[in-house]
């Protein structure tokens, strides 16, 4: 059981340049969720799904896009990176959004824009 | 705002010893507070979910406590072992929308 896998595991852009992160998970959860962690501060809501197909802003949604064409996959693209995008990406998932279902996080990625 | 706060920022212990983490909350309306651990170059770990009438919750060492009117909590850690070295995280859940509100976390480190 994987749980929550994140691809690439690090990866450096320059600036204007593009990229998707591939998030899977294998719970069969409903919800899914792309957060940026920043030193400092704590984890900033960038975008999330509540089901297939579906997807919503976040807290920063800003020059990134979304996509949950499969209930298992959520990707998170950036279309042209800036130097404020560098951040450690974390996804996660549950099965639902209250009551007891905690939320289960992926490793994260490590991107760097220069 | 919704803000939530932790204290200390960083804490260093002897293998062994207890330490007490804090969280204070201002956020609204509250739907449940959760824990979560978090190893260097790795994904959060759910530690305890604690809802409005909870005041205690335990996951083998570690025990959280919630108090809901003055909108504080606190991670309890007892006879802290070198694997306990990570940041803890404060998670606020509100009753609507998809919002967790998310605190800077306590950074351990457990010396031997």
């Known amino acids: 059981n994987a749980g929550v896998t994140q691809t690439p595991k690090f990866r450096v852009l320059k600036t204007g340049q593009s990229m998707t992160l591939l998030c899977a998970q294998d719970?069969?959860?409903?919800?899914m969720y792309w957060y940026r962690q920043d030193p400092g501060m704590g984890l900033r809501l960038i975008h999330y799904?509540?089901?297939?197909?579906?997807?919503a802003k976040g807290e920063v949604p800003d020059g990134y896009n979304v996509s949950r064409l499969k209930k298992q996959n959520f990707l998170l693209g950036l279309e042209s990176a800036a130097p404020s995008q560098t951040s450690v990406y974390f996804c996660?998932?549950?099965?639902?959004?209250?009551?007891?279902?905690?939320?289960?996080f992926g490793n994260g990625t490590r991107l760097t824009v220069t | 705002k919704n803000q939530v706060e932790q204290s200390p920022q960083s804490l260093i212990i002897l293998e062994g010893k207890n330490c007490t983490l804090q969280?204070?909350?201002?956020?609204?309306?509250?739907?449940?507070l959760r824990w979560y651990k978090q190893d260097t170059g790795r994904g959060p770990v759910s530690l305890t979910i604690?809802?409005?009438?909870?005041n205690t919750k335990s996951n083998g060492r570690y025990t959280a406590t919630l108090d809901a009117d003055t909108k504080q909590s606190s991670l309890h850690i007892t006879a802290s072992q070198l694997s306990d070295s990570a940041s803890y995280i404060c998670?606020?859940?509100?009753?609507?929308?998809?919002?967790?509100?998310f605190g800077p976390g306590t950074r351990l480190s457990v010396l031997p």
């Open positions: 799904s509540v089901g297939e197909g579906t997807t």
């Open positions: 998670v606020v859940s509100l009753t609507y929308g998809q919002n967790f509100v």
């Open positions: 604690m809802t409005f009438s909870e």
């Open positions: 969280c204070n909350y201002t956020v609204s309306p509250f739907s449940n």
């Open positions: 719970m069969n959860h409903e919800y």
């Open positions: 996660a998932s549950s099965y639902s959004r209250q009551g007891n279902s905690p939320l289960h």
